[in-house]
T-cell receptor, first 113, second 111 residues
Framework: KAGVTQTPRYLIKTRGQQVTLSCSPISGHRSVSWYQQTPGQGLQFLFEYFSETQRNKGNFPGRFSGRQFSNSRSEMNVSTLELGDSALYLC????????????FGPGTRLTVT | QQPVQSPQAVILREGEDAVINCSSSKALYSVHWYRQKHGEAPVFLMILLKGGEQKGHDKISASFNEKKQQSSLYLTASQLSYSGTYFCGTVHMDSNYQLIWGAGTKLIIKP
């Protein structure tokens, strides 16, 4: 069974630009969560989607948004990029009812210059 | 509130034991343990539920102390493959099942 895939794997953007990251969950998984990982802050929860609805949201500014499609694929968007947005963005999927067992994708490394 | 993990880092010789702690200031419903190897994504190890028993597989086990709102991860007779950063994630009783992650404990196993 294919794992969680994320595209692109690496991205370099300029401050003020916007970016869209994509995540394809494991087949059959309907819950998708997004995390930001930085050396100083560890894993920070962004949001979780289930059946195209945002179910949980972390403490991030409105510049961070996401959505989920009917096939469970998810995207996250960051507008007006700031230098501090440079991080590894991880997507994780899970089965309904087993959200504690999250399967992570390889992540997208975003660098903002 | 972010759970507190201790120690922040530990260096062991192969075959030695390690204990990693995860503490919360709020009542916990569950504690989740993951391991992330360098350059890889985190991988689920186990979950401990309120009222549940100690869990484990192979030489990695964990316990959940409800009185202290603390979980401990035990790695016995450590192997080189155990190296990585261990994260605990907590779900609080009053949350909407939102996982809050600790800062991680870096474990280095030397031959």
């Amino acid at each position: 069974k294919a794992g969680v895939t994320q595209t692109p794997r690496y991205l370099i953007k300029t401050r003020g630009q916007q970016v869209t990251l994509s995540c394809s969950p494991i087949s059959g998984h309907r819950s998708v969560s997004w995390y930001q990982q930085t050396p100083g802050q560890g894993l920070q929860f962004l949001f979780e989607y289930f059946s195209e609805t945002q179910r949980n949201k972390g403490n991030f500014p409105g510049r961070f948004s996401g959505r989920q499609f009917s096939n469970s694929r998810s995207e996250m968007n960051v507008s007006t990029l700031e230098l501090g947005d440079s991080a590894l963005y991880l997507c994780a999927s899970s089965f309904q009812g087993r959200e504690y067992e999250q399967y992570f994708g390889p992540g997208t490394r975003l660098t903002v210059t | 509130q972010q759970p507190v993990q201790s120690p922040q880092a530990v260096i062991l010789r192969e075959g030695e034991d390690a204990v990693i702690n995860c503490s919360s200031s709020k009542a916990l419903y569950s504690v989740h343990w993951y391991r992330q190897k360098h350059g890889e994504a985190p991988v689920f190890l186990m979950i401990l539920l309120k009222g549940g028993e100690q869990k484990g597989h192979d030489k990695i086990s964990a316990s959940f102390n409800e009185k202290k709102q603390q979980s401990s991860l035990y790695l016995t007779a450590s192997q080189l493959s155990y190296s990585g950063t261990y994260f605990c994630g907590t779900v609080h009783m009053d949350s909407n099942y939102q996982l809050i992650w600790g800062a991680g404990t870096k474990l280095i196993i030397k031959p």
